[in-house]
């Protein structure tokens, strides 16, 4: 076994934060030490935490269609390693769900991150990943200056329903930042068809 299956086996069990979680304990996550790309993302919801599966629900179909990702590519941990900033569902707060909890990231980030050394793109998906990684901002803020994190980050808008109505008020979204985001996971996904090759 390797140190990030023996890793991945850990964080699989883990119930640092049992007796917070309305569900409990379920760890979701993707990754293997070839993943390109990496999806960091909020908190599984309640149909991730039934499947284990990362974005098994609607906001996955719509972060696969931003990326230009088949189903099958994006859950191949070979290609995307997928890591949300709580590993389990949170339950429901004020206006959806509530945020991940913040033992995920203080347990284990540093260690996972060190254990994937081709993640060449991260993708920032929401607003508690970009503050993980950004700092204090407005997510629409750094959505609109993409250009200013690429070639190795993008910030994205969460792609739950509400980002439909966002990106109605916003449509240089469609017109800038998904051609961009597009060409980005292209040539990684290439670039890594060629080191397996």
């Not at 991730?48 to 990362?54: A, D, I, N, S």
């Amino acid at each position: 076994m390797s140190a990030l299956d023996s890793l991945l086996a850990e964080i699989r069990t883990c119930t640092a934060c049992a007796a917070s979680l309305p569900l409990g304990p379920r760890p979701v996550l993707q990754a293997s030490a070839t993943a390109r790309i990496l999806v960091a993302s909020q908190a599984p919801g309640t149909r991730v935490h039934e499947t284990g599966v990362p974005f098994d629900d609607a906001s996955g179909d719509r972060l696969r269609e931003w990326l230009g990702v088949t189903r099958a590519q994006f859950h191949d941990p070979r290609l995307f390693a997928i890591v949300p900033m709580g590993f389990c569902y949170p339950g429901r707060g004020a206006g959806g769900d509530a945020p991940p909890r913040p033992e995920c990231a203080r347990l284990w980030r540093r260690r996972l991150m060190a254990a994937l050394p081709a993640v060449r793109l991260t993708l920032l998906v929401g607003s508690h990943a970009q503050a993980h990684a950004l700092g204090p901002g407005r997510m629409t803020d750094r959505v609109r200056a993409f250009r200013d994190h690429l070639p190795d980050r993008v910030p994205l808008p969460h792609p739950s329903w509400r980002s439909r109505l966002w990106e109605r008020k916003h449509p240089w979204f469609g017109e800038e930042v998904l051609p961009a985001l597009r060409r980005r996971v292209a040539e990684e996904i290439d670039a890594g068809a060629r080191v397996a090759a």
